[in-house]
């Protein structure tokens, strides 16, 4: 989704450098353009145009604009194509409001024609500029700059939030209406933003703000209102101990490989989380509920189809997942006050999982635990108990290290609820989850030093590869789906993951001479699989193999590095390694074929619209 960021400074010098400089932390969240409004001495200069923070800033010398305060918005085009005059920030009739959004305008198209009726002059096609048209028509009633904020918001319905300020005033307004808004006090300068690495470069105190609220910016204070009376709230900054460097690359060429090699720290951090004081309360809420909702979209849902293979094993519970946008017209009405939905979303913001959310809670049904791993998200603050992913800052479009966390919460939470209601015996479950503990850091690490090198040999036999599968059995079901969403997200290939068995049921016909199929597998499931490798193998197909050595599978590969071999361990500890050569796969042909794996066309890293 788009990113906002505005600023109010002391220093008048300074305002473009210091939005580039912080708006471009949110670059994962949009990138089909990029546009600044900065205000000095009562006049705005506005520049924007398609492209990223670098290549807009390169072209209109953004970094260079003076003022004291201003905007900055980085888009992902849903209304109205990606083109220049639907770049944001916009302007109202005249050059005197300005301002930008993050989020959805429902109405976009009533609204638009009340404002043209009433002689508002509307440019673009993007539903941001209504909510400086909103702020505006307010002026005009009320000719007051609170008020007029205050009231704009009456008029717009959809989740969104959005950042405005008039030529001649000193202050900044931001709202907050379902989309995530973040403020920060520094040394004589105010930010408000979309998240958090955009404010970290400037300061460490930061305000969380809930929707319904409003903020007033200047440059030495940061005040909070709620919109619904205007009445102002006592909110103090906090300190935030996220550190700024997270959203670094750190030497490596992209944030994906990057964030790859952090997994073996990320397995420590979140193993310290689920051993840390909340456990039993989290195992409690699974052991109290009479169903149990596995809710997530993307990546974080194939995780969740991994989650599911654990609780059936290791705590004999069903759970029932499904996709955010599926979810209330699949399993809606099976839903009742005594269920446990677990909401899984990286950013905490997904408007497919807060539809859920919110549904849940208006209905009464049941508990809400929030698996996340931004702190300060909405889920985290709504849901009634939440689970941090400790993985630090994911900045690459495509998700790996929270994919891994949640993965591990999932394994960790089976073998604990199994131990506590007497599915597993609790050796066997103290013992599972010291293997979580002591061994998979190291397994982590020796997977990604030992695939590293085969999947990046790999990679370079397949660049002319357009169209493959990706096939999983049992545990590893989730994992082929996963490695087959990482291959389309970044090397634009048709990459289909589904379960190997499924795949004789039709997809089979596909397969010609070197149609290359790709099989995640564990030494439990690999006499199966053989099965579903021979029907490829007997069509000619050429078979990829991700898992562990095994003799049996050698003769089902032509070349070392079609199999990509991780280390050996527990047949439960294998299905979370597997993932890891389809990562690096995925990065390394992405590279190979001249693509940023950071930043794939299309896609936005945090997605507040339905
Ligand atoms: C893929 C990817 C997406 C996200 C999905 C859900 O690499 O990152 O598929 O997993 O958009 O996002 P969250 O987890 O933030 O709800």
Known sequence: MCGITGIVTRNSDEIGELLVRCSSKLTYRGYDSVGVAAVRNGIVDLRKDVGTVDEVNKLLGLSQMKGDRGIAQLRWATYGAPTKVNAQPHFGCEEVFYGAHNGNIHNYVEYKKELLETGHIVRSENDGELCVHAVDKYYEETGDMFEAVRKSTDDLHGAFAYAVGRADEPEIYAVKMGSSLVAG???EATIVSSDLPSVLPLTNNVIYLADGEMLVLTHDDVKVFR?????????????SN??????????????????INEQPKVVQDVMGVLEGQHSDEWIKMFADASRHFLVACGSSYNASIVGTY????????PIIHGLGGQFDLMYGQTMNEDSLSILVSQSGETKDIMNVLKRVKEKNLGKTLGILNVIGSTLMFESDSYIPMACGY????????????????????????????????????RSFVGMLKNDLPRLTQETIDRTGILAKNLARTMLDVKDLYCLGYG????????????IKEICYNHCEGMYSSEFKHGPLSIVTKNYPVIFATTPEDSWMVINHINEVRARYGRT???????????????????????????????????????????????????????LPRNL????TVD
């Open 185 to 187: 006090v520094a040394n």
């Open 227 to 239: 919109i619904e009376d205007g009445k102002q709230l006592d909110r103090k900054p906090e300190l």
């Open 242 to 259: 996220v550190d700024a460097r997270a959203a670094e690359k750190g030497g490596y060429p992209h944030f994906m490989l990057k964030e």
């Open 310 to 317: 654990y609780f059936n094993r290791l705590a004999g519970i």
């Open 394 to 429: 994911e900045v690459s479009v495509p998700a790996t290290k929270t994919y891994y966390s949640q993965s591990i919460i999932f394994a960790y939470l089976a073998a604990k609820l199994g131990e506590y209601n007497g599915h597993i015996d609790p050796s066997e479950a």
């Open 475 to 486: 545990f590893t079901d989730g994992v082929a789906r996963e490695g087959a969403l990482k």
């Open 544 to 598: 990829i193999i991700v898992g562990e050595h095994e003799e049996k599978l050698e003769p089902y590969i032509d070349n070392k590095h079609d199999y990509l071999i991780v280390p050996k361990s527990d047949v439960l500890i294998n299905p979370i390694l597997d993932v890891i050569p389809l990562q690096l796969l995925s990065y390394f042909l992405s590279v190979d074929l001249g693509i940023n794996p950071d």
């Open 604 to 607: 936005s890293k945090t997605l």
